[in-house]
């Protein structure tokens, strides 16, 4: 951190500023300019989390981070990229390998016909990993709100049947040990990505965790969400880009890919794109997929759902199993021109 002082401040205000970074266990170091004094702090200024601490100071005019506050999630400090296993290590799909990963499914398991028909129909196609809610996150408390454990029962079979690990929503702390049973891989919802506890909760969790970035969250906000469940011991973290609120509301949400290749730059972590919830129309998935591939990404959440127009969630951005078909090859093709594979 670099505290820069104010034009006319006085000795006293320097040798303060001077002796409360000594005070916070840093060395200080000083350059006097022509006009301005500037003290930098030699050590990780990570640990003073608030600049506040500096800045409210009698002659300082502000104080400028040059670290970025996540550690564990940086690439500086892990500078090769993390692949992330999900499933038991005999089918365990890699996640931020260069083989990209299509996890797809409804977006809210309905009933055993629905999800065998879509994880058998995903399989064929080649998605690797099924998603599918049984804690449902809606806006509305008299909207479906998901099967609960009778769904995660439902995903547990049918990765009997079709060897998929399954990824499925976590909404509360207390619910981690009982999604943990059945699930693959633990989703924290967008809607969650700041629910510190749930966060630690999952970072204590022996299953790997799909963070999504939140609906207001900023990249830095999104990656010391990430950083909360890697310090807190679980280092399989996948961040999922879903789309962000803005004025525009001719699409759900504005997928920022963007932030695909600036995540890649700062983090070690694999991020995958959720193109379903980030335009929230069936029509836009197939392009805005083939895009993330292009970007970057190491893999899509797709929602898919045998008769979308009957979906008891999110239809209108739901694909066919026929859809997905046809979107997947296209995303194959921008993956084998981008040095990837499916
Ligand atoms: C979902 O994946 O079904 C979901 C609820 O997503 P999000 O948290 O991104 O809205
Ligand atoms: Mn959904």
């Not at 502000?62 to 500078?79: G, Q, Y």
């Not at 454990?149 to 995903?155: C, F, H, I, P, V």
């Not at 998935?285 to 895009?291: I, K, Q, S, T, W």
């Not at 929602?303 to 127009?309: A, I, Q, S, T, Y």
Request: glycine share 8%; with cysteine.
């Amino acid at each position: 951190m670099i505290v820069v002082m104010k034009m006319h401040a006085s000795e006293a205000e320097i040798e303060g500023v001077l002796a409360r970074i000594r005070e916070l266990g840093f060395a200080p170091h000083l350059s006097r300019g022509q006009e301005r004094t500037i003290i930098g702090l030699v050590g990780d200024d990570r640990q003073v989390a608030d600049a506040g601490v500096l800045a409210a100071l009698p002659g300082v005019a502000e104080c400028i981070r040059v670290l970025k506050p996540f550690k564990l999630a940086s690439r500086d400090f892990t500078p090769e990229s993390t692949v992330v296993e999900v499933g038991e290590a005999s089918n365990a799909v890699a996640v931020g390998a260069r083989r990209i990963v299509i996890a797809a499914g409804p977006c809210a398991v309905e009933s055993w016909e629905q999800l065998e028909e879509v994880a058998e129909a995903a399989k064929t196609v080649g998605v690797r990993l099924l998603r599918g809610g049984a804690f449902k996150p809606r806006t509305s408390p008299y909207s479906f709100q998901g099967l609960g454990e009778e769904g995660l029962k439902l995903l547990a079979r049918v990765r009997e049947v079709t060897g998929l690990p399954v990824v499925t929503e976590v909404m509360t702390p207390e619910a981690v040990p009982l999604v943990e049973r059945y699930a693959d891989c633990l989703q924290i919802g967008t809607r969650n990505m700041q629910n510190f506890n749930l966060l630690q909760a999952c970072g204590r969790a022996k299953k790997p965790v799909l963070l999504k970035r939140g609906l207001a969250a900023t990249i830095e906000e999104f990656l010391m969400a990430a950083e909360y469940i890697l310090a807190s011991g679980n280092r399989n973290v996948i961040l999922c880009e879903r789309g962000v609120r803005t004025f525009e509301r001719a699409t759900r949400n504005t997928l920022d890919l963007s932030a695909v290749p600036l995540l890649k730059q700062w983090s070690h972590l694999p991020v995958i794109v959720d193109p379903s919830h980030g335009t929230g129309m069936s029509s836009l998935v197939p392009p805005m997929a083939r895009a993330a591939i292009a970007c970057g990404a190491d893999g899509l959440l797709i929602e898919v759902h045998p008769h979308p127009e009957r979906a008891l969630s999110d239809g209108p951005q739901s694909l066919t199993p026929k859809l997905l078909a046809e979107t997947l090859v296209g995303v194959a093709a921008v993956a084998t021109a981008v040095g990837r594979t499916l």
